[in-house]
């Protein structure tokens, strides 16, 4: 590096590593990785990936431990839900040992950028499969490019850990009740974008969406699932427009071991006048603190964080997540894979 990033101040954006890695899979098969530091591709001016959204993705993050040694978080759940988005969207799916070589190959390629200890930041993962070959009728690719880039990433609301504003809009949704939302597909996160944009231009950082068929239900937050604390409950909701969140799952586990109740189940917009915490939880948004949810067709406000600060529950919930990630606590549910 030419001068050293501050790692301590960096956002959620994209800046360049030493390489990427990459298989193309033609003519039945997966070939060789090849190690590569272009941060372009060459792609068909017919490719199924640029015609017929043909692109699904994950994201998965390493941390620096107290001990230096580097972890992946729960690679493998990722190597396995990125299957499932393969098949949902009629892509070749990428073998595990495949994935799980690649993503440790570029996270040990690019160490050097994996931020240090105590910085708060992360090295992002980003896996990306997209259809390559030539189609105008609408088929699935016979060729595929599967790559993965990473790159440095600090929070990825701006405010941290500090309780943000979310609003509901009737006007959208991001998924159809039987699309594409339960698989990490590049459509759905266009679809999410003039909402998006929407809200932050009204000062919301992210869009609380409603279940498309009945809007009677929560789905997810934008690009994170949701949960929320009742009565000493965690509870998130059951649906299958959204994402399998990891970090949800994870949490889900956490909140057991502490002695908490876990439900999932469909959560009514009503109930939010019920709940003391809630929260948006993903790879980037870790555990986003909501201080309110406004609905913005009715005008109508749930406050949850009264007080303005993150609730006791998420910021346990929170602190232990990270503490597993940096090695500072045992993992015993195994969820790290350490970088040799
Ligand atoms: N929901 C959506 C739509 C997402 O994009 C993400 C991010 O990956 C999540 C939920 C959280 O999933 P995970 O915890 O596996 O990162
Ligand atoms: C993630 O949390 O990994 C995501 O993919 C969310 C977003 C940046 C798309």
Redesign the pocket.
Known sequence: MEKELDWGNLSFGYIPTDYNVRCYYRNGQWGEIEVSSSETINIHIAATALHYGQEIFE?LKAFRGKDGKVRIFRLEENAK?IIESAKGIKMQPIPVELFTEMVKKVVKLNERFVPPYGSGASLYIRPLEIGTSAQVGVKPSQEYLFLILVTPVGPYFKEGFRPTNICIMREFDRVAPKGTGRW?VGG?YAASLDAGERAHSMGYSAVLYLDPKEKKYLD?C????FFAIKDGKYITPASES??P????MTLQQLAQDMGLEVERRHITLEELEEIQEAAA?????VASPIAEIDDIDTGKKYVIAKDGNPGPVTTALYNKLRAIQLGEEEDIHSWNTIVE
């Open positions: 994201g839900r990490k759905n997810e934008g690009p994170a699932n959204i994402l969140s990891i970090t949800n939880c993903g790879t980037a948004a």
